[in-house]
């Protein structure tokens, strides 16, 4: 059954460094997706990417997030200046045209800042 | 209450025994679905409900969605100790780029 990969697993960085969490969504899907689980807590919507653009985001992603599929493949999302509050687990995603089937979540990626 | 909230919080049953977890939500969505997500692990779909569904089955889960009252159920039956995880409802939400909303969960243990 087709993934999508996550990497780093885990990532430890300083505050105030910029971090780049990876993604490779599934090759046919159209849309994808970042969100945000702090421990503990629900799962919280970043961003939703469709034709090589945003096409909804939370309050949550300000300025210091960004998005970007550099290539025909991976799907990245960068955090320019970690916060302490930024600790969390980042699920990327990816779905279908018409999100018929759900979504297809990948195993996430522990993001921890000291 | 919020968006796609789940009850009970937690639920604690034996083996073989039903395990039925509940979602309201308060917006009109696409559709509604159901993730599990083990301890410090990924979100799993399990199923996804169409909002001009009112039933839908997969192996031993039933969904039911009553867009009238806003509300879903999940029924896991004959439930088995590797059905222990969080249940999460996600609600896709009308015009709203695939935005999903999900709850706060449901954790479920099933003792053996």
């Known amino acids: 059954e087709p993934e999508v990969t996550q990497t780093p697993s885990h990532q430890v960085t300083q505050m105030g460094q910029e971090v780049i969490l990876r993604c490779v969504p599934i090759?046919?899907?159209?849309?994808f997706y970042w969100y945000r689980q702090i421990l503990g807590q629900k799962v919280e919507f970043l961003v939703s990417f469709y034709n090589n653009e945003i096409s909804e985001k939370s309050e949550i992603f300000d300025d210091q997030f960004s998005v970007e599929r550099p290539d025909g493949s991976n799907f990245t999302l960068k955090i320019r200046s970690t916060k302490l509050e930024d600790s969390a687990m980042y699920f990327c995603?990816?779905?279908?045209?018409?999100?018929?089937?759900?979504?297809?979540f990948g195993s996430g990626t522990r993001l921890t800042v000291v | 209450s919020q968006q796609g909230e789940e009850d009970p919080q937690a639920l604690s049953i034996q083996e073989g025994e039903n395990a039925t977890m509940n979602c309201s939500y308060k917006?009109?969505?696409?559709?509604l679905q159901w993730y599990r997500q083990n301890s410090g692990r990924g979100l799993v779909h399990l199923i996804l409900?169409?909002?001009?569904?009112r039933e839908k089955h997969s192996g031993r889960l039933r969904v039911t969605l009553d867009t009238s009252k806003k509300s879903s159920s999940l029924l896991i039956t004959a439930s088995r100790a590797a059905d222990t995880a969080s249940y999460f409802c996600?609600?896709?939400?009308?015009?709203?780029?695939?935005?999903?909303?999900f709850g706060q969960g449901t954790e479920l243990s099933v003792k053996p």
């Open positions: 995603a990816s779905s279908d045209w018409d999100r018929h089937y759900g979504y297809t």
């Open positions: 409900i169409r909002s001009n569904e």
């Open positions: 917006t009109s969505i696409n559709n």
């Open positions: 996600a609600t896709d939400v009308n015009n709203q780029g695939g935005k999903l909303i």
């Open positions: 090759s046919n899907h159209l849309y």
